[in-house]
């Protein structure tokens, strides 16, 4: 993991204060490598995905792009922006937000 994206998902972690189960306190931030193999399972790797429900690299739906504090659309934002908000859900939901991609790559 890049020192970058470290220090994002070290600020995701800290500013997050998502979740309030116990479960959700005990999860910790996937690698960049497991964001990278869902995002090749959900969009071929495409960051920049559009679709008519669904975009970016990990297929946000708008409205939960929006929930975890994302603008406009996840295909405009960066791959590390992507992550960041993925992070944030993931400590909410864990990897129900990603049902079949998640199951696929064994993650749950």
Do not use: N
């Not at 679709?51 to 792009?65: C, E, I, N, V």
């Amino acid at each position: 993991m890049s020192r970058r994206i470290a220090i994002v998902v070290v600020s995701v972690l800290m500013l997050a204060g998502v979740g309030t189960s116990a479960e959700a306190h005990s999860r910790s931030a996937p690698s960049l490598a497991v964001w990278d193999r869902l995002a090749q399972c959900e969009s071929g790797g495409r960051w920049h995905q559009r679709g008519r429900t669904y975009s970016g690299g990990l297929q946000f739906a708008d409205r939960t792009w929006r929930s975890v504090g994302g603008r406009g659309r996840a295909a405009d934002a960066s791959k590390q922006e992507q992550i960041r908000r993925a992070v944030a859900l993931y400590l909410k939901y864990g990897w129900g937000q990603w049902p079949g991609c998640s199951r696929k790559l064994r993650l749950r």
